[in-house]
C-alpha cells in the first residue's frame, strides 16, 4: 500500500471509528429504568401538567438520541453521565420515591456535573413536552393542550428533514 493510500484509509477509518463509537453504545434495561424514574422526577404530574410517561420522555430520548443527527457530544454526556450515576448510586432504583426526590434535590446542589447532566435530562425531557409528536413524544399532542397551545401549521410530515 502506498503511503498516501495508507493515510486516507487510516483517516477514514479513525473518522468512521470516531463517528460510530457513540452511536454503537445502547440503553441497558437498568438504564432505561433509571431514566424512567429520573424523567418522573424531574416531570411528575401536576394538575395542570402530565407526568413524563404521559408525554413520553424516555421514548423521546431512546429514539431521537440513537438517530444519526443526534448530537454527538449530547449522547456521549448523557450516556456517561448515566453511566456514573448508575455507580454512584446503584441503589437508586430500590429508594422510596420521597428519597430519590431527596437524592437528586441533594445532587443538584452539591455537584456541578450532576446539575449540567440532570439539566440535559430536563432539556430533552422539554423537548419531549413540547415536540411535535411525529419525534415520539408529546404523546396525543398532551404537552400543547395542558398549555393550550395552538397547533401551529404546517406540521412535520417526516422526521429529521427526511426528503418528501
Not at 434495561?29 to 416531570?43: G, H, R, T, V
Not at 443538584?108 to 413536552?129: F, H, R
Request: no cysteine; aromatic share 16%.
Amino acid at each position: 500500500m502506498k503511503r498516501r493510500e495508507f493515510i486516507k484509509f487510516s483517516t477514514f477509518t479513525f473518522i468512521a471509528f470516531k463517528s460510530t463509537e457513540v452511536f454503537a453504545k445502547v440503553f441497558t434495561k437498568e438504564d432505561l429504568l433509571i431514566l424512567e424514574n429520573l424523567f418522573e422526577i424531574l416531570f411528575p404530574k401536576t394538575k395542570e401538567m402530565p407526568s413524563s410517561k404521559q408525554f413520553g420522555a424516555l421514548s423521546f430520548l431512546v429514539k431521537t438520541i440513537n438517530h444519526s443527527s443526534f448530537n454527538n457530544s449530547d449522547k456521549s454526556f448523557v450516556l456517561q453521565g448515566l453511566k456514573d450515576f448508575n455507580s454512584s448510586f446503584p441503589n437508586f432504583i430500590n429508594l422510596e420515591k420521597q428519597k430519590k426526590e431527596k437524592l437528586i434535590y441533594e445532587i443538584v446542589n452539591s455537584n456541578d456535573y450532576a446539575q449540567s447532566w440532570l439539566s440535559k435530562l430536563v432539556y430533552y425531557g422539554i423537548e419531549a413536552l413540547l415536540g411535535d409528536p411525529i419525534y415520539g413524544g408529546n404523546k396525543n399532542q398532551i404537552g400543547w393542550q395542558s398549555l393550550r397551545h395552538s397547533v401551529g401549521y404546517p406540521r412535520p410530515k417526516l422526521k429529521y428533514g427526511q426528503k418528501l
